[in-house]
């Protein structure tokens, strides 16, 4: 099993659509949780973090669920230039940042 | 503020042959940690560096070693290259070490072997 799994999609939605990604963790002793976009032949760069009471950044929502081990992004209202793949990110504590291999959502007109 | 860099953007080697990577991180930042990225699958982590000792390192050969200099730039080293190796190799810095501080990407090297 993946330490970090994720849908691995492709998700095609139309604009204006909402859209969840699941991802599961194995360790039960990772400590952060992040969601990074990585648009193609480019870096990864930061979505948001992901508290466990849950947090919100515009259309955006993150949850986590410790005893489930499990970590979910919504995105709302979905616009063309969300179109990107998401990375379920996980930290333990020695500083061992495991990625999910990715899911990739492309937003129609 | 200049982003994290790296260098070269791009390398074509040959199978058994050495590679150099470079690294510059966030101004002010003193962690720098590596990854491979294969197409179509998310970031490995190879090494961790914070003010020049290594705290972390994940599953990858000998082959593969890294360093950290006085000013937080650092390198990373792939000898006798396998095709395997082919892949993208992104540089991340930090504020710290710890796993829950932010870590800014930079754009990568795409690394060739043939």
């Known amino acids: 099993r993946k330490e970090v799994e994720q849908d691995p999609g492709p998700f095609n939605v139309p604009e204006g659509a909402t859209v969840a990604f699941n991802c599961t963790y194995s360790n039960s002793a990772s400590q952060s949780f992040f969601w990074y976009r990585q648009d193609c032949r480019k870096e990864p760069k930061l979505l948001m973090s992901?508290?466990?009471s849950g947090n919100e950044d515009g259309r955006f929502t993150a949850q986590l669920n410790r005893a489930s081990q499990y970590i979910s992004l919504l995105i709302r209202d979905s616009k063309l230039s969300d179109s990107a793949t998401y990375l379920c990110?996980?930290?333990?504590?020695?500083?061992?940042?495991?990625f999910g291999a990715g899911t990739r959502l492309t937003v129609k007109p | 503020d200049a982003g994290v860099t790296q260098s070269p953007t791009h390398l074509i080697k040959t199978r058994g042959q050495q590679v150099t990577l470079r690294c510059s991180p966030i101004s002010g930042h003193k962690s720098v940690s590596w990854y491979q990225q294969v197409l179509g699958q998310g970031p490995q982590f190879i090494f961790q560096y914070y003010e020049k000792e290594e705290r972390g390192r994940g599953n990858f050969p000998d082959r593969f070693s890294a360093r950290q200099f006085p000013n937080y730039s650092s390198e990373l080293n792939v000898n006798a290259l396998l095709l395997g190796d082919s892949a993208l190799y992104l540089c991340?810095?930090?504020?710290?070490?710890?796993?829950?501080?932010?870590?800014?990407f930079g754009p990568g090297t795409r690394l060739l072997v043939l």
């Open positions: 992901v508290y466990s």
């Open positions: 990110v996980v930290n333990t504590n020695n500083n061992d940042m495991r």
């Open positions: 991340a810095s930090s504020l710290g070490p710890h796993s829950s501080k932010t870590q800014y």
